[in-house]
């Protein structure tokens, strides 16, 4: 069974800062990896989708990377704002699976 | 439509009582999702529908739980006999196909959610 890992689980940064969120997964075999941003109270917004032939995307401030063979992926957030606060959630597809498992989160506060 | 649109956004009940909630998917959309959030965890996948039809129904807590999705557009989750329990966040999601994504960004988009509280 796929397990989805996220750390930290959460984080409080100073404005401005460069962060590194981390999501690991057991089963290397994966076909595809989501990361989502989810404020208070709402749905999921989806940030970023990695196809597994692929190592990295990018939007913005947002740099996604992915090591299969590792089982890793990092979100990387470049220059931090307060609008950044939210939980940060990644979702990863297995071959095989035609469901997403999702890790638990990094909750992200970054203060002024 | 332009999103994945749910209803109703909230909704409170007294235990016992019946529920049903609604999703209506992207357009074109052949994959839906139902995952469940509780407080402070995370998501509990539910069901998902290729078409009209659910391959997996193995994340449905109980017999209690069931859904169905007719057109292959809008799925209804419905909820008998309400526990406290069952108090949570309910999000759908769409994608153009089931995450099997070889080919294009077969991105998952998810609607705002049903807040579902059992008195």
């Known amino acids: 069974k796929q397990e989805v890992t996220q750390i930290p689980a959460a984080l409080s940064v100073p404005e401005g800062e460069n962060l590194v969120l981390n999501c690991s997964f057991t089963d290397s075999a994966i076909y595809n990896l989501q990361w989502f941003r989810q404020d208070p109270g709402k749905g999921l917004t989806s940030l970023l989708l990695i196809q597994s032939s692929q190592r990295e995307q990018t939007s913005g401030r947002l740099n996604a990377s992915l090591d299969k063979s590792s089982g890793r992926s990092t979100l990387y957030i470049a220059a931090s704002q307060p609008g950044d606060s939210a939980t940060y959630l990644c979702a990863v597809g297995l071959g095989g699976s035609y469901i997403p498992t999702f890790g638990r989160g990094t909750s992200l506060i970054v203060h002024p | 439509g332009a999103g994945v649109s749910q209803s109703p956004s909230n909704k409170v009940t007294e235990k016992g009582k019946d529920v049903e909630l609604r999703c209506d998917p992207i357009s074109g959309h052949t994959a839906l999702y139902w995952y469940r959030q509780s407080l402070g965890q995370g998501l509990e996948f539910l069901i998902y529908f290729q078409g009209n039809s659910a391959p997996d129904k193995s994340g449905l807590p109980s017999d209690r739980f069931s859904a169905e999705r007719t057109g292959g557009s809008v799925s209804t989750l419905t909820i008998q006999r309400t526990q406290q329990e069952d108090s949570a966040v309910y999000l759908c999601?769409?994608?153009?196909?089931?995450?099997?994504?070889?080919?294009?960004?077969?991105?998952?988009?998810f609607g705002a959610g049903s807040r579902l509280t059992v008195l």
């Open positions: 999601a769409s994608s153009p196909w089931v995450w099997r994504g070889q080919t294009g960004a077969n991105v998952l988009t």
